[in-house]
């Protein structure tokens, strides 16, 4: 069983840059056909994702943030990391990491962390 934790701080000024991490136990962020999230939940909105980091490294960004976010990831601590800069208000969420692999119609892995809060505020 993946389990996923969210850490970083819960409040960031506007303009900087936010910084998440997430980390990962019960299964390696290398293991073949798995990808790696981060999804965003406004409040009042449903959810936004925001780019994933794949088994082998290769990343792909939502269009409508990716001149603003990064994702990045540490094999030695079993961890991948979420940038993204020029915050705004708009940017405050509860900001998720998720582990997905597709398997067949019928079976998929698809394991959550619980959320962390992030608030963009002066």
């Known amino acids: 069983q993946v389990q996923l934790q969210e850490s970083g701080p819960g409040l960031v000024k506007p303009s900087q840059t936010l910084s998440l991490t997430c980390t990962v136990s019960g299964g390696s962020i290398t293991t073949n056909y798995y990808a790696w999230m981060w999804i965003r939940q406004p409040p009042g909105k449903g959810l936004e994702w925001m780019g994933v980091i794949a088994y082998d490294g290769s990343t792909y960004y939502s269009p409508s943030l990716k001149s603003r976010t990064s994702i990045s990831r540490d094999t030695s601590k079993n961890q991948f990391s979420l940038q993204l800069s020029s915050v705004s208000p708009e940017d405050t969420a509860v900001y998720y990491c998720?582990?997905?692999?597709?398997?067949?119609?019928?079976?998929?892995?698809?394991?959550w962390g619980q959320g962390t809060q992030v608030t963009v505020s002066s």
């Open positions: 998720n582990a997905y692999r597709w398997v067949t119609l019928n079976k998929e892995y698809d394991y």
